[in-house]
């Protein structure tokens, strides 16, 4: 068992630093919100900490789930950051949805620190990291990921190094291009059944089955359907992590023309006062 520390107590972080804590490892837990951190040590034990920096302090294992780059560079190198506790030889892992950018530039300052960084965000929602189910996707040096690999695995089901360091970054933005067209889709499906009269329930039963079907189908549409939307990753989110993925397009000249409309949509959507609600709330749109 390590001795590992959590930053970030947020809707997903909460669950997979409990992870960690049922899997016996020693866990120290930071939050903005000392409140957020008590409940936390209430709940699983362990202990919290004032800052990263001490959070990190003799840390074998660094973990981070935070907002975006800007949260993440403050826990990372700011006055009181992590890098600035950890021990040499530590491995930084990183589950925020970043750019692949600052993923970069911290690689290389903990690098320069002689500290290993790993960036590794997860897509499979709240529910996946309650139920340590979610699907990891990483970047870095093969060496720091395999040390970093079986404590992860508390509350991945799948977990992979994708390529060096920012790679895994790439590899969630093609995670959240694709939802936003499934997303998109599904909820035009939907709509139109409705207006068809239709009993969406029925039909979905039927076409989740063939090649209509999706893990958006199968865990959204009755939400959906009963226009309840408090069931995982908020607009507000989905639509910095589209962001994301845009303006690296920008940079590496590829072409994203559907994200960019649904991107719009979800704009829409904050527009309606929905910004809060999960990703399947597109819907609103069209009724």
Request: with cysteine.
């Amino acid at each position: 068992m390590a001795k590992v520390a959590f930053l970030g107590l947020g809707t997903m972080g909460y669950p997979m630093a409990g992870h960690l804590a049922a899997k016996g490892h020693e866990v120290t837990v930071f939050n903005r919100s000392p409140a957020k951190a008590a409940a936390w040590i209430a709940q699983h034990r362990g202990r919290s900490a004032p800052t990263p920096r001490d959070a990190a302090k003799g840390a074998e294992f660094v973990f981070a789930c935070v907002g975006n780059d800007d949260d993440l560079r403050l826990v990372c190198t700011g006055p009181d950051g992590a890098f600035s506790g950890m021990t040499p030889g530590a491995v930084f892992v990183d589950h925020t949805t970043v750019s692949a950018n600052i993923t970069r530039k911290l690689a290389t300052q903990a690098a320069t620190a002689g500290l290993a960084f790993v960036d590794a965000p997860v897509s499979g929602g709240q529910a996946g990291a309650e139920n340590g189910q979610l699907s990891i996707m990483c970047g870095g040096d093969p060496a720091d990921y395999a040390r970093a690999e079986p404590v992860m695995a508390s509350y991945a089901r799948i977990c992979r190094l994708i390529g060096e360091s920012g790679a895994g970054q790439l590899a969630k933005m093609m995670n959240q291009i694709c939802i936003a067209g499934l997303m998109q889709g599904l909820s035009e499906a939907l709509a139109f059944g409705q207006k068809a009269g239709l009993d969406g329930e029925k039909v979905v039963e039927v076409i989740s089955q063939g090649a209509a079907g999706s893990w958006q189908m199968m865990n959204r549409h009755k939400t959906m359907l009963a226009d309840s939307f408090d069931f995982g990753f908020a607009v507000d989110w989905m639509r910095k992590d589209l962001g994301i993925c845009l303006d690296t397009a920008d940079e590496i000249g590829a072409r994203l023309p559907v994200t960019a409309l649904v991107d719009q949509f979800y704009k829409d959507v904050q527009l309606m006062g929905g910004g809060r609600g999960d990703t399947s709330s597109l819907i609103r749109r069209l009724k």
